[in-house]
Nanobody
Framework: QVQLVESGGGLVQAGGSLRLSCAAS????????MGWFRQAPGKEREFAAT???????YYGDSVKGRFTISRDNAKNTVYLQMDSLKPEDTAVYYC????????????????WGQGTQVTVSS
């Protein structure tokens, strides 16, 4: 079993930055592929970024070039650095973990955090 706790969300103006963190426990963190997904009101959960066990990264088209995913295995934490934020980035951001290879499909993830709200004002 893996427990995930996100933090770092908040209210920011358009063009600003936020860094989300997701702390994991319950399993060797380095054995997990990690992902960030987001869900805006009235919309389906959307892939944002993922990082493999070997730190290969992949991004959704809507965040590519603005968001950066990284991991610190010593701290059992994955981060999502979000720059040049836009109002359309407003959503609840969820951290997911899976034991297999990294994936852009939310159905592939076995464990989820509770989410953290990000609101970008215009």
């Amino acid at each position: 079993q893996v427990q995930l706790v996100e933090s770092g969300g908040g209210l920011v103006q358009a063009g600003g930055s936020l860094r989300l963190s997701c702390a994991a426990s319950g399993r060797t963190f380095s054995s997990l592929s990690m992902g960030w997904f987001r869900q805006a009101p009235g919309k389906e959960r959307e892939f944002a970024a993922t990082i493999s066990k070997g730190s290969n990264t992949y991004y959704g088209d809507s965040v590519k070039g603005r968001f950066t995913i990284s991991r610190d295995n010593a701290k059992n934490t994955v981060y999502l650095q979000m720059d040049s934020l836009k109002p359309e980035d407003t959503a609840v951001y969820y951290c997911g973990a899976r034991a297999g290879a990294t994936s852009q499909q939310q159905s592939a993830y076995d464990y989820w955090g509770q989410g953290t709200q990000v609101t970008v004002s215009s």
